[in-house]
């Protein structure tokens, strides 16, 4: 059997194609003194041999390892800190990585859940997958959402409790959307100083008193802390994520409340927190 002809040297095109890149790569690799300029032919073409395409095939091996161009002619220039980029590179590799099995396991718990609420912290989703279809409301994976957002998954998972007994106590879950529907109602047509927000912000805290009694005894708060001792479990799900302090977190987060509900607002705050005659907050459950 006859062997194809084999040329004793290439064209640009046909080296690029051989080695898997493009004309135009090969030729950067020359501007930046990464390939030397290889012999032209008589009609002035770059004409590339063995020892050209050696190079050119390693070069685009540790360009495809995700080594940069820089790093590569110092490794071919045997400079002391192409270790130190492949230090480098290995880490954010491994940071790319723990990406990569942070949204591979998301995903998992998208399709698990078959809810948005898989994509919330496995402390948060865990909690409440159990709940019946439809028990927990769009608007409460969206305060979860939020809660997480701006104190954490610890911070959630304890939200959690809430919505885990509105689900469970229908006179407490039609409580919460009287109230919800009287707040709604304090837009800017309302005065802040509207007796009607003194007794809104008292029939609010009767009613979060309630919900606190319920959760109390429904033996919510063992349960997480149960969750809480397999904290480390989770620890670092959420690294490299920017986070920032929840006031300044808080900040940012914008709703629409008039100057009625803002006061509202404050009253429930003050109502469920009252400050002593020293000026201090007593301690809460």
């Given amino acids: 059997m006859s062997l194809p002809a084999i040329p004793r ?4 095109g046909d080296a690029a194609a051989f080695a898997g890149t493009t004309p135009r790569a090969v030729r950067h690799y020359h501007a930046i003194g990464l390939l030397a300029e290889p012999e032209r032919g008589s009609d002035d073409r770059r004409r590339y041999g063995y020892d050209d395409m050696i190079r050119l095939l390693w070069i685009r091996k540790m360009a495809d390892a995700g080594i940069s161009l820089d790093a590569i002619r110092d490794g071919f220039e045997g400079a002391t800190g192409i270790e130190q980029s492949l230090a480098r590179l290995e880490e954010s590799l491994a940071s790319k990585a723990a990406a990569i099995e942070s949204q591979r396991a998301a995903v998992h718990r998208l399709r ?37 957002r701006i104190f954490g998954p610890l911070g959630a998972a304890v939200q959690a409790n809430r919505f885990i007994v509105l ?24 005065s802040p100083g509207d007796p009607r927000i003194e007794d809104l912000a008292a029939q609010r805290c009767t009613h979060e008193t309630a919900l606190g009694a319920a959760i109390d005894g429904s033996g919510l708060d063992e349960a997480l802390d149960d969750l809480l001792d397999q904290e480390d479990e989770h ?47 007593p301690r809460t459950r």
């Fill in 167 to 190: 689900a469970t106590h229908p006179e407490l879950r039609a409580e919460e959307d009287r109230l919800a529907e009287a707040e709604a109602a304090l837009d800017d047509t309302v």
């Fill in 235 to 281: 620890a670092g799900e959420e690294e490299g994520e920017e986070r920032m302090s929840a006031m300044k977190a808080i900040g940012k987060m914008p709703y629409d409340f008039s100057p009625a509900r803002l006061r509202y607002e404050e009253r429930v705050i003050e109502l469920l927190h009252p400050v002593d005659q020293d000026g201090d907050v």
């Fill in 9 to 12: 040297r290439v064209k640009i």
């Fill in 112 to 148: 698990e859940v078959g809810s948005p609420l898989g994509l919330l912290s496995p402390l948060v989703s865990g909690r409440l997958r159990e709940l019946p279809p439809g028990a927990l409301r769009p608007a409460d994976l969206d305060t979860l959402l939020v809660t997480e």
